[in-house]
């Protein structure tokens, strides 16, 4: 019915988040009919995307210099460590401007039902970064799902020998919420209560 190259293109739009095939085929559609002033920024800002942006060797955030503007950024503060599950909360956190240390990106979390053990996460190389000294306080800001909070526990263990105080975001946050999906108001009084872990 359609042809291979529009078939290809639902196919693969119906692989992004939040997309299923139906609403992958009515970004194909409008895709098609907004050509010039959509489909082909568009496309071009994927292949640059694609061709520039590389994960920060540091930290794991995503940016077009390695390390990371964050990491070389001399006004930030050194010696606190916020960990977060995805570059997304990273961003979370960004957006509401309440965080001016750095961050680790652990690249997901901990799950027995998904086969992820703490070798799929970047945890060895927080563990290296904690070792190397300076770090002052670690906030661990994993979201308060099942996953999340069990990562949150295991980086606790894995991190106490490093002596550093551990705290974890005081979740104003429902249970089961995710960073992203807070209003920055909640998100900084969450960050502002922080617990010892
Ligand atoms: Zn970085």
Redesign the pocket.
């Known amino acids: 019915m359609n042809g291979a190259e529009i078939e290809r293109l639902i196919q693969l739009l119906g692989r992004l988040p939040g997309l299923g095939p139906r609403s992958a085929r009515r970004v194909a559609l409008h895709l098609l009919k907004k050509r010039e002033v959509l489909m082909q920024p568009l496309s071009a800002a994927l292949a640059d995307a694609a061709r520039a942006i590389k994960p ?1 060797s ?2 794991g ?1 995503l940016d077009t210099v390695d ?2 503007a ?2 070389a950024d001399p006004r930030r503060d050194t010696t606190l460590l916020c960990i977060v599950e995805d570059v997304g909360d990273l961003w979370a956190m960004e957006r509401g401007k309440i965080f001016a240390g750095r961050y680790h990106v652990l690249g997901g979390t901990l799950s027995a039902l998904d086969g992820i053990g703490p070798e799929e996460l970047n945890i060895a190389g927080l563990v290296r970064r904690v070792k190397d000294g300076g770090v002052r306080e670690i906030i661990v800001a994993t979201n308060a799902t099942v996953d999340g909070q069990t990562t949150a526990h295991y980086l606790a263990e894995r991190l106490a020998e490093c002596a550093v105080p551990i705290t974890r975001l005081a979740h104003g946050v429902p249970v089961g919420g995710e960073l992203d999906w807070l209003d920055d108001g909640t998100l900084a009084t969450a960050l502002k209560a922080r617990r010892a872990l």
Do not use: A, Q, V
């Open positions: 920060c540091t930290c955030n390390p990371c964050i990491c």
